[in-house]
């Protein structure tokens, strides 16, 4: 028979939008001979909705007036309830695997992660720990180091210290790190709330801009570099895709030029020399392996255009997965088909099931 595979999309975070793009292309492109695909949204608010419209609905963000009130989503098991898709003749269908194509906080983070390890169903991708150390980049910078993993300075702060004494904190972040510093949410993606500071104005606005999106914020020493992005799949055999190149249209990857205008272009494979590719390829596995990840995640690093150095920049264990994202592409140029990444990725969550 075939396999139920639950979408779940949409979500409490600001990279919303982009899962909606996500979503509505893995439910074009997925193996339907192989698959009942059901579609659970979530709102902006945190209400889960049953979804069983087209998927172009889901990609203009419409879905939500076409949700079906009358079938319920539950994943809690309650004993007196089954855990599945339950209809309104309580008829309850089974969920064979869960697939939050989720990006942010409370999809990336390892909060739903948790619920799914709760409910006893398979998922796609990181486990808990993976998840949200992989999307805190202060912790994340912490484990990357204590790795090996090259990584550009940084310094971190938080709403408490930098309202409580503002001069104290922009003097000891001016200590540490030379502008251009990049100013990020600890727990974010998508460029949202990221802001390059070129002198202490620039610097003290964009803290506070980032602070509208997370209590704590990571400063980070800015660098002139090409921008490097690896492709990560497996469960214990992990295997990375060739590398690609980034090269955002203005001054940085910021959130506009990821989706609303794509003026940046890429490169795959990365015009690069063989050692950095091979490097960087064996780096990528090293971090994903030392967060314990699972499934998939996209590995982004700087190469330095001045010295040639390498760095780590972070790990993204949800990346973009329309099918014209990079992870996706880059599977595609080193031989991985987009639905046929889709299905290995629904068989390695199946899999994982039975390595515990
Ligand atoms: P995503 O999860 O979508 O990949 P993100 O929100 O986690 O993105 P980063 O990848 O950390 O954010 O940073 C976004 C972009 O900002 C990078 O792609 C790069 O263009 C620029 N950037 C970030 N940090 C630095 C840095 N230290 N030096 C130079 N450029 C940087
Ligand atoms: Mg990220
Ligand atoms: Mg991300
Ligand atoms: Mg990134």
């Given at each position: 028979g075939k396999i139920n595979v639950a979408l779940i999309f949409g979500g409490k975070s600001g990279e919303h939008e982009v899962s909606l793009l996500s979503t509505s292309s893995i439910y074009k492109y997925i193996d339907k001979e192989k698959y009942n695909v059901f579609t659970i949204g979530i709102t902006k608010d945190g209400k889960w909705m049953y979804y069983d419209g087209s998927p172009e609905n889901i990609e203009n963000g419409s879905w939500i007036d076409f949700v079906n009130k009358n079938v319920e989503i539950n994943l809690i098991p309650s004993g007196n309830k089954e855990v599945g898709i339950i209809y309104e003749d309580g008829k309850t269908e089974k969920i064979d695997v869960l697939f939050p194509v989720l990006h942010g906080p409370y999809g990336e983070d390892g909060t739903i992660q948790g619920l799914f390890e709760m409910s006893e169903i398979p998922y796609v991708g990181c486990g808990v720990l993976a998840s949200s150390v992989g999307m805190d980049k202060i912790v994340c910078k912490k484990v990357f180091s204590q790795l090996?993993?090259?990584?550009?300075?940084?310094?971190?702060?938080?709403?408490?210290?930098?309202?409580?004494?503002?001069?104290?904190?922009?003097?000891?972040?001016?200590?540490?790190?030379?502008?251009?510093?990049?100013?990020?949410?600890?727990?974010?993606?998508?460029?949202?709330?990221?802001?390059?500071?070129?002198?202490?104005?620039?610097?003290?606005?964009?803290?506070?801009?980032?602070?509208?999106?997370?209590?704590?914020?990571?400063?980070?020493?800015?660098?002139?570099?090409?921008?490097?992005?690896?492709?990560?799949?497996?469960?214990?055999?992990?295997?990375?895709?060739?590398?690609?190149?980034?090269?955002?249209?203005?001054?940085?990857?910021?959130?506009?030029d990821k989706y609303i205008n794509g003026a940046s272009t890429y490169e795959i494979p990365a015009n690069i020399s063989e050692d950095d590719m091979k490097n960087i390829r064996e780096m990528a596995i090293k971090a994903f392996k030392g967060?314990?990840?699972?499934?998939?995640?996209?590995?982004?690093?700087?190469?330095?255009?001045?010295?040639?150095?390498?760095?780590?920049?972070?790990?993204?264990?949800?990346?973009?997965?329309?099918?014209?994202?990079?992870?996706?592409?880059?599977?595609?140029?080193?031989?991985?088909?987009?639905?046929?990444?889709i299905d290995e990725l629904i068989q390695l969550a199946l899999d994982s099931k039975k390595l515990k």
């Amino acid at each position: 028979g075939k396999i139920n595979v639950a979408l779940i999309f949409g979500g409490k975070s600001g990279e919303h939008e982009v899962s909606l793009l996500s979503t509505s292309s893995i439910y074009k492109y997925i193996d339907k001979e192989k698959y009942n695909v059901f579609t659970i949204g979530i709102t902006k608010d945190g209400k889960w909705m049953y979804y069983d419209g087209s998927p172009e609905n889901i990609e203009n963000g419409s879905w939500i007036d076409f949700v079906n009130k009358n079938v319920e989503i539950n994943l809690i098991p309650s004993g007196n309830k089954e855990v599945g898709i339950i209809y309104e003749d309580g008829k309850t269908e089974k969920i064979d695997v869960l697939f939050p194509v989720l990006h942010g906080p409370y999809g990336e983070d390892g909060t739903i992660q948790g619920l799914f390890e709760m409910s006893e169903i398979p998922y796609v991708g990181c486990g808990v720990l993976a998840s949200s150390v992989g999307m805190d980049k202060i912790v994340c910078k912490k484990v990357f180091s204590q790795l090996g993993l090259p990584q550009v300075n940084y310094t971190d702060t938080n709403r408490w210290l930098f309202n409580k004494d503002e001069k104290t904190e922009l003097d000891l972040i001016e200590d540490k790190l030379e502008y251009p510093i990049f100013v990020k949410p600890a727990n974010l993606g998508s460029s949202v709330g990221i802001s390059k500071a070129i002198n202490r104005e620039e610097l003290s606005s964009g803290i506070k801009e980032a602070l509208k999106y997370d209590s704590r914020i990571v400063l980070e020493q800015g660098v002139n570099a090409k921008e490097i992005e690896v492709a990560v799949l497996g469960n214990e055999d992990v295997r990375a895709s060739i590398a690609g190149e980034i090269k955002p249209a203005k001054d940085f990857y910021d959130y506009e030029d990821k989706y609303i205008n794509g003026a940046s272009t890429y490169e795959i494979p990365a015009n690069i020399s063989e050692d950095d590719m091979k490097n960087i390829r064996e780096m990528a596995i090293k971090a994903f392996k030392g967060i314990d990840g699972r499934g998939l995640s996209r590995v982004d690093f700087f190469i330095d255009r001045n010295s040639g150095e390498i760095f780590i920049n972070e790990i993204n264990t949800l990346p973009g997965f329309t099918n014209i994202s990079m992870y996706p592409k880059m599977w595609d140029k080193t031989g991985l088909k987009y639905i046929n990444l889709i299905d290995e990725l629904i068989q390695l969550a199946l899999d994982s099931k039975k390595l515990k």
